[in-house]
């Protein structure tokens, strides 16, 4: 008799339920809080080159959030997203991947943008929405994107990227190519009927793809144990068949050992992955949340010791590759820079506002046109309101 269901049939003659935790996902560690390894762990291949340049996206979007974030408060950006707190699991995937491998990210993630070669002054223009943002100034702050590194725009709506992603590796795998596909998304994204639809039709369609949950705990006031019951979100992978794995997130040895081994099984076998990194969103949600009226300070202080950075610091100080004193004169140095990018990049104008409409439609429709007129006519009556874009369509 055949069986068109996946289910395993196999009989027993005792009514038993399975419990819902029957499955009790491991979490990867490798480096511990000093910076040594774990007694039996194994260290991932890693040469000082790629290393280095693993700590210096980490260092970079440390400061960058800084940075920007005051620039918010100061009034000089309109928002911000922090990556506090999970940088390994940002950078030490993307350091795991090849330079044409897909990312599509969920807003978080400006480790993996910078480790994949996105430039400081890109990183100020799309945050400024300058005339020399790639998205033209269309997107709030940190809707990054780039064709030229395979890095998807940011979409807002939770989840966009999720089936996206499935079908991108999908295409990716008709065309012959050995590229994969990441996909982070956050445990709280997780909740969107589109993680359910997207995890199943990789499973099924066997499209390469890395799909990344970045559980931090918290999907802005909501704690993860109030949104789900199961075991995190590891474990619904199995539910849908294809592998899993659980790292710590703060662990970037961890982290990219298992990007590493997913990247290499996707591959190989044509099937989606789906890794679980568990950290702690340490900053507020965005600029526009305070994480004081849901949750202790006593809670992040905990979490605060679990600090990703400082851990890969002392190991490659430990290796002999990083020595401390350089490395607080290049974070200094970096600051500076950072601060000078700020500087020139608020004073670039804004687009024209003809990008309002601009790659939409190749003609556009006769409404649009008109509602531009009205605006323009708009500015023209109050140019003091409008200081950058005044003057400059005609
Ligand atoms: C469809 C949809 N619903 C709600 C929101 C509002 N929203 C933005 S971020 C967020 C929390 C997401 O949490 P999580 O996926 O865990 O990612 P994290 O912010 O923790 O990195 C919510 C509810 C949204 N952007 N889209």
Redesign the pocket.
């Known amino acids: 008799m055949t069986n068109p269901n996946n289910a395993t049939i196999s009989t027993v003659h005792t009514a038993e339920f399975t419990s819902g935790h029957a499955l009790q996902i491991p979490t990867l560690r490798i480096l511990q809080d000093d910076g040594s390894i774990y007694p039996g762990a194994e260290v991932p291949q890693l040469d000082q080159a790629t290393a280095l340049k693993m700590y210096d996206s980490m260092q970079f979007i440390r400061i960058l959030d800084e940075r920007m974030l005051a620039a918010q408060r100061q009034g000089r950006i309109s928002f911000y997203m922090q990556c506090l707190g999970e940088e390994a699991a940002t950078v030490g995937s993307a350091a795991a991947l090849d330079d044409k491998d897909m990312i599509m990210a969920?807003?978080?993630e400006q480790g993996a943008l910078r480790y994949r070669g996105f430039s400081l002054e890109q990183f100020m223009n799309q945050l400024f929405s300058n005339e020399k943002d790639l998205g033209k100034g269309r997107q709030m702050p940190v809707h990054y994107g780039s064709k030229d590194i395979y890095y998807m725009t940011i979409s807002?709506?939770?989840?966009t990227q999720i089936p996206q992603a499935s079908g991108y590796a999908y295409a990716q795998k008709l065309r012959g190519l050995k590229n994969t596909t990441i996909c982070y998304?956050?445990?709280?994204?997780?909740s969107?009927g589109d993680f359910h639809a997207g995890l199943n039709m990789a499973a099924v369609h066997k499209a390469p793809v890395i799909f990344f949950c970045?559980n931090?705990g918290?999907?802005?006031s909501t704690p993860a144990n109030e949104q789900f019951k199961g075991d995190g979100i590891a474990c619904r992978g199995v539910g849908y068949g294809m592998k899993a794995i659980r790292v710590d997130g703060a662990d970037i040895l961890a982290v990219y050992k298992a990007t590493q081994m997913a990247r290499e099984y996707a591959l190989e076998h044509e099937e989606p992955i789906l890794i679980e990194s568990i950290a702690y969103?340490l900053g507020a949600?965005s600029s526009s949340d305070d994480p004081s009226g849901y949750r202790s300070k006593e809670e992040e202080e905990l979490w605060r010791k679990n600090d990703p950075i400082s851990r890969f610091r002392l190991w490659l100080v430990k290796q002999g590759w990083l020595d401390e004193e350089a490395d607080k004169a290049k974070s200094d140095a970096l600051r500076q820079e950072i601060l000078d990018a700020l500087k020139v990049a608020e004073k670039v104008a804004k687009p024209g506002i003809e990008h309002l409409m601009s790659d939409v439609y190749e003609t556009p429709i006769p409404l649009l046109n008109e509602q531009l007129e009205e605006l323009k006519a708009h500015i023209r009556k109050y140019p003091d309101a409008y200081p950058v874009t005044a003057g400059r369509f005609e």
């Open positions: 969920q807003y978080r807002s709506p939770l989840g998304f956050g445990e709280g994204a997780a969107e970045r931090n918290y999907a802005i969103r949600h």
